[in-house]
């Protein structure tokens, strides 16, 4: 199983932490565990503009089938991101073994810190295996933002090139590929208010969902989105 970034069942994170408080209390206390990290990533201006923006968090499989997205509120906190990725891999992988557990494979580009959050370096406070669920995962960084990564741990830890042998074919750029095809929605749905943007989106992403199994139910391969071409006479 190859799992990409961090989301079309949107449930939302509400029930996951009524369902298990003590772990909410950590995620509140919960900064980065080391905080000598030289690692650059999403710092400076760009991360001030996230703040300014409405954004979005997806699940893609490696195929492309979205799996879940939950809107992000302020900013692309490490915290906000581990919570809704957790509610995400006990809806999905709350039945598996921990063996089966260490196959599948979690890649999103700041994993690093994400990775490196006091809550995410012990077992968690869940009942009997699922507290171990985020510590037998395999988690890389994509393979286009690895390269912005300065700190060396980040590439020691995270490469996505320690998979090509026993995945060369794995797809690390499934989720930028479905973002390409979502920005071709960016100006519509910004314009939108909050409940008719949401349910716009998740309409959108059933639709895209329904298309891509299409696609492999008749061996096509899914057309990724393109600029649409302006003809003048």
Sequence with gaps: IYVIYFHCVNTGIAESVKTFPK???DLDDGELADSRTVCNKDTGSKRQLQKWIRGHLFIVRGGGHIDMWQPLYQSE??????????????????????EQRKNVVLSYDNMCHVDNLRVARKPLPL??????????????IDSLHIKNHKDQRCHELYNPDSLKQTHPEMNT???E??????????????????????FYLHRMVKRRNKYIGFCYQ?????????RPVV???
Excluded: E, Y
């Excluded at 009942?127 to 669920?133: A, E, Q, Y």
């Excluded at 510590?135 to 890389?140: Q, R």
């Excluded at 008749?218 to 393109?226: E, G, K």
């Design 23 to 25: 772990l909410s209390s």
């Design 177 to 198: 590929q479905t973002f390409a095809w979502l920005g071709r929605f960016k100006k519509i749905v910004c314009t939108m208010g909050k409940c008719h943007h949401h």
């Design 77 to 98: 906190g490490p915290a906000q991101v581990f919570l809704i990725v957790l509610t995400w891999l006990i809806s999905a992988l709350g039945h598996f073994s921990r």
């Design 127 to 140: 009942p009997g295996d699922l507290s171990h669920i985020w510590l037998d995962i395999k988690k890389i």
């Design 218 to 226: 008749n061996n096509r391969r899914p057309i990724q989105s393109r």
């Design 173 to 175: 750029m499934c989720c």
């Design 231 to 233: 003809s003048s006479k």
